[in-house]
């Protein structure tokens, strides 16, 4: 059964930095999109950025460009997250999130399989 574990969110200033892991169990992930989608209060969860496993092929929202940066480590079987510039509007849940197919931007639907998720607070 495949398992996300994420790790690395917390409390942050504005203007600072985080990295967010997930770890991956249960299957090898070859074929499989990683991605990461977060979810701020009172708001719909919406799509951050997706990896392709094999490949590394990534892909990110627009209006996220540019801060975030979604990577893979293979030999870990971990992805992470690295947001930079953080802003008080980045506060949510982070979720890793794994689909067998391409996960479609905007649409949750597409994931099969969702973490628990890990709180990102940012602070003006």
């Known amino acids: 059964q495949v398992q996300l574990v994420e790790s690395g969110g917390g409390l942050v200033q504005a203007g600072g930095s985080l990295r967010l892991s997930c770890a991956a169990s249960?299957?090898?992930?070859?074929?499989?999109?990683m991605g990461w989608f977060r979810q701020a209060p009172g708001k719909e969860r919406e799509f951050v950025a997706r990896?392709?496993?094999?490949?590394?092929?990534?892909s990110y929202a627009d209006a996220l460009k540019g801060r975030f940066t979604i990577s893979r480590d293979n030999a870990k079987n971990t992805v992470y997250l690295q947001i930079n510039s953080l802003k008080p509007e980045d506060t949510a849940v982070y979720y890793c999130?794994?689909?067998?197919?391409?996960?479609?931007?905007?649409?949750?639907?597409?994931?099969?399989?969702w973490g628990k998720g890990t709180l990102v607070t940012v602070s003006s």
């Open positions: 249960g299957r090898t992930f070859g074929g499989y999109y």
């Open positions: 999130v794994a689909a067998r197919g391409v996960i479609v931007i905007g649409n949750p639907e597409s994931v099969d399989y």
């Open positions: 990896i392709n496993w094999s490949y590394g092929y990534t």
